[in-house]
């Protein structure tokens, strides 16, 4: 069954660095979003990305935050200047339609930041 | 509001035991769907409701949205251990391409 991967599983960061996390969504998938989940609290939406441009994103997103689909099958999410408070699990997923249809989660990314 | 209430907050149960969780907002939804999250994992999509009072079914899962669709129910029969997990109900946001996820309710089932 086709799944969204994402890579590393666990990086360690210095607060200042820039990370790179990895994402490869569904194949046949059109829309892909970035989610974050800080220990013990809710999922948050962060961006949604759609025909090579964000379409959504949300206050949490800001101006260190950025994403790109740098070739036919990655999609990633870069953060300039790590803070404490960006250390959380982040998820990547995929859709293949907008409405109606549920969004397929990877196992996710934990960013801790140092 | 954005709010998603789900109830109970955390549950416990006997294996064998049947189960009922909420997830309640005081907004109409569009669409909802259910998710389980297994700690150090991301979610995993269970299924989508659209319709009022639309009931789907997943072997043991039972899936209901309200008839004015500000409301849903899981219900699980005959809970297994494999079932243990945190069960998370979202609706869309505020703008179409993002979901907004409940709390959740952290069920435990014990052998």
């Known amino acids: 069954e086709p799944e969204v991967t994402q890579t590393p599983s666990h990086q360690v960061t210095q607060m200042g660095q820039e990370v790179i996390l990895r994402c490869v969504p569904i194949?046949?998938?059109?829309?892909f979003y970035w989610y974050r989940q800080i220990l013990g609290q809710k999922v948050e939406f962060l961006v949604s990305?759609?025909?090579?441009?964000?379409?959504?994103k949300s206050e949490i997103f800001d101006d260190q935050f950025s994403v790109e689909r740098p070739d036919g099958s990655n999609f990633t999410l870069k953060i300039r200047s790590t803070k404490l408070e960006d250390s959380a699990m982040y998820f990547c997923?995929?859709?293949?339609?907008?409405?109606?249809?549920?969004?397929?989660f990877g196992p996710g990314t934990r960013l801790t930041v140092l | 509001t954005q709010l998603l209430e789900q109830s109970p907050q955390f549950l416990s149960i006997q294996e064998g035991e049947n189960l009922t969780v909420y997830c309640n907002s005081s907004?109409?939804?569009?669409?909802l769907q259910w998710y389980r999250q297994e700690p150090g994992e991301g979610p995993v999509l269970l299924v989508t409701?659209?319709?009022?009072?639309e009931v789907k079914k997943l072997k043991r899962l039972t899936f209901q949205f309200g008839d004015a669709r500000k409301d849903s129910s899981l219900h699980i029969t005959a809970a297994q251990p494999g079932d243990t997990g945190l069960y998370l109900c979202?609706?869309?946001?505020?703008?179409?391409?993002?979901?907004?996820f409940g709390t959740g309710t952290r069920l435990t089932v014990i052998p």
């Open positions: 990305f759609y025909n090579n441009e964000i379409s959504e």
């Open positions: 194949s046949n998938h059109l829309y």
């Open positions: 979202a609706r869309r946001g505020t703008g179409a391409n993002n979901l907004f």
């Open positions: 409701v659209v319709t009022g009072g």
């Open positions: 997923a995929s859709s293949e339609a907008l409405r109606a249809g549920g969004q397929f």
């Open positions: 907004s109409v939804f569009s669409s």
